[in-house]
């Protein structure tokens, strides 16, 4: 899969969503899809890094003007009713999703569970795990009205064996993966496919914030990882439901087997 080369026309016309797409992986992630020709619907928290990535896209954009709209919405206090009027503004330009990137978490504290603020603790699991839970119940049936659709959800490697110290955001990629899981096993035989991407180590604030004294040129830069996220979200991976994907080495494995 590292070696995956997408054709230029991959996304062309594709309606894709992206949450966390204002910064880091996302962000990056966006850029690329745009190259592909998608179109773009993007989530972040902060209004002006949205603004900022939508210009630079446009800017950018050769052949054909993508259409990209951006929703700061903060994750945190997202509930049913905002999500019922996301779905409502979309669905004013767009009759089905072919795509949705679960790519928005935040880390938390880095400390032993003795030592995890309760209110933190609330905050990444609200964010990582219930918002991820109520978007993907409010957009599957945008989802499932596409001719074929790609579900992916963002993991780590702290999302199937614990480690010391990685609290609460190691639980909310554990709750990930199984979110992944359920709803793989209730659309295995639909044409929308489910998967989950580890990026591994990869240059961002995330990163730096979890390993300070790590120097950044020794990891990724998100575009270097980029191809993992182009193969699951275009045609050439219809067949593919139920996987891990590592992005750092391309890897994968089916998790039910
Ligand atoms: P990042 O640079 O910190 O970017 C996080 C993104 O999530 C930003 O767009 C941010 O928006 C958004 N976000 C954070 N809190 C939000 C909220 N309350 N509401 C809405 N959006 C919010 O992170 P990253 O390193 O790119 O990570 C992307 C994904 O990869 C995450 O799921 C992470 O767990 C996973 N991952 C990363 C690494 C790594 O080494 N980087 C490794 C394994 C897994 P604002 O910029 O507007 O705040």
Known sequence: MINYQAKPDLLNKKTILITGASDGIGREVALTYSRYSANLILI???????????????????????????????????????????????????????????????????????????????????????????????????????????????????GKKGRANWGAYSVSKFATEGLMQVLFDEYKDSHLRINCINPGATRTQMRANAFPMENPKNIKEPKEIMNIYLYLMGKDSIKESGMYFNAQDGSNYNIFI
């Open 44 to 158: 972040g928290k902060t209004k002006s890094k949205l603004k900022k990535i939508k210009q630079e896209i446009l800017s950018t954009s050769k052949n054909c003007t993508p259409l990209i709209h951006t929703y700061a919405i903060d994750l945190l206090t997202i509930n049913q009713s905002k999500c019922y009027e996301l779905v409502t503004k979309i669905n004013q330009y767009c009759p089905y999703l072919d795509g949705l990137l679960h790519n928005a978490s935040i880390l938390g504290k880095i400390a032993p569970i003795l030592e995890q603020p309760i209110k933190l603790w609330l905050d990444v699991i609200q964010i990582n795990v219930n918002a991820t839970f109520m978007l993907t119940k409010s957009l599957l049936p945008l989802l499932l009205k596409a001719p074929n659709s790609s579900l992916i959800f963002t993991t780590s490697s702290v």
